[in-house]
T-cell receptor, first 114, second 115 residues
Framework: NAGVTQTPKFQVLKTGQSMTLQCAQD?????MSWYRQDPGMGLRLIHY???????DQGEVPNGYNVSRSTTEDFPLRLLSAAPSQTSVYFC?????????????FGPGTRLTVL | AQKITQTQPGMFVQEKEAVTLDCTYD???????LFWYKQPSSGEMIFLIY??????QNATEGRYSLNFQKARKSANLVISASQLGDSAMYFC????????????FGTGTRLQVTL
């Protein structure tokens, strides 16, 4: 199993550009989520999905869109990149949304917006 | 609201010694899970150990153990026989229902293992 994969590993954007961060998992997990990691702030939830066709906002959703057309894939779209979106982005997945379900993380995407 | 507090920004430990990384949490939920993740300099988040709020015994995974004191709302990570490869950032996190099932993270502790 590859686990959770993310592409690209690194990306540089100019302000106003759009792009999609890819996330895929091969563990048949129902729950998937996107976090961003900023220095001194830990990880914060952007969007999450409890199954194909179902998505919802986390604590910092502004400027991002998601969709979940399959169980495996959960892409994150930046609509119009801003320097405040410079961060490391992690995708994670788990069997379900129970408090006992461990979330497994992808390797991360380091995004810089100029 | 949930909150995780890690009060040790940085820790040093000698190789082969044991080290305890502190974590306290705050929640009004009765059912929750506590997790520790390791983030080496390469950047990935590696799951280490899990403790459920209803688990009566402390969790152990190899050299990692979780010292769970529910009444004190603490979930400290103990690493025995430290190795150079243990040098990394360590994050304590909590998950419960009713909060988008998200993981709430602390700010992390940077552990440096020395010879």
């Amino acid at each position: 199993n590859a686990g959770v994969t993310q592409t690209p590993k690194f990306q540089v954007l100019k302000t106003g550009q759009s792009m999609t961060l890819q996330c895929a998992q091969d563990m048949n997990h129902e729950y998937m989520s996107w976090y961003r990691q900023d220095p001194g702030m830990g990880l914060r939830l952007i969007h999450y999905s409890v199954g194909a066709g179902i998505t919802d906002q986390g604590e910092v959703p502004n400027g991002y869109n998601v969709s979940r057309s399959t169980t495996e894939d959960f892409p994150l779209r930046l609509l119009s990149a801003a320097p405040s979106q410079t961060s490391v982005y992690f995708c994670a997945s788990s069997w379900g949304q129970s408090s006992t379900d461990t979330q497994y993380f992808g390797p991360g995407t380091r995004l810089t917006v100029l | 609201a949930q909150k995780i507090t890690q009060t040790q920004p940085g820790m040093f430990v000698q190789e082969k010694e044991a080290v305890t990384l502190d974590c306290t949490y705050d929640t009004s939920d009765q059912s929750y899970g506590l997790f520790w993740y390791k983030q080496p300099s390469s950047g990935e988040m590696i799951f280490l150990i899990y403790q459920g709020s209803y688990d009566e015994q402390n969790a152990t995974e190899g050299r990692y153990s979780l010292n769970f004191q529910k009444a004190r709302k603490s979930a400290n990570l103990v690493i025995s026989a430290s190795q150079l490869g243990d040098s990394a950032m360590y994050f304590c996190a909590m998950r419960s229902l009713g909060t988008a099932s998200k993981l709430t993270f602390g700010t992390g502790t940077r552990l440096q293992v020395t010879l």
